[in-house]
């Protein structure tokens, strides 16, 4: 059974919300990226669900979800990745308070989780992985569609 892991993309004043990864020792080919929030489902939670716990947990907002924009299955990771387009509905960003801000010993090695803002006439000049969504996603964004 492949892993299931969903994402939100949350469009944000005139950006959008990414997770700034920096000094990630456990990837040995980059150390520095963004990424779309989220992770893994839990038990018994629907897509939306996870989407919007995840959201919660790594940004402190509570959003609404709007559709499913893409899917991806990563053979590397095993997983199925959904993509999920978000409304911000309130709190404040950057109060996250998941696991990965807790100084667990088992995130030492996923180096720092900064949440920030890109905006989006950046979105095309920074590492946003994975590659394919990001490809997409900036197509997606010059054609007003995002």
Known sequence: MSRIRVAGIIPMGDGFAFMHRKDVVKRKDIQEY??????GLEEGETLEEGTIREIKEEF????????????LYSEKFEQKEYFFLCKYVDGEFGTG??????????????GKYIPE?????????????????????VKDIDEKIL
């Open 34 to 39: 963004y990424t779309f929030p989220g992770g």
């Open 60 to 71: 402190g907002i509570t959003v609404e979800v709007l559709k499913k924009v893409y899917e």
């Open 97 to 110: 308070n998941g696991p990965e801000f807790s100084n667990n010993p088992k995130y030492k090695d996923s």
């Open 117 to 137: 803002i890109v905006s989006r006439d950046k979105v095309k000049d920074i590492l946003l992985l994975p590659p394919e969504i990001k490809e997409k996603f």
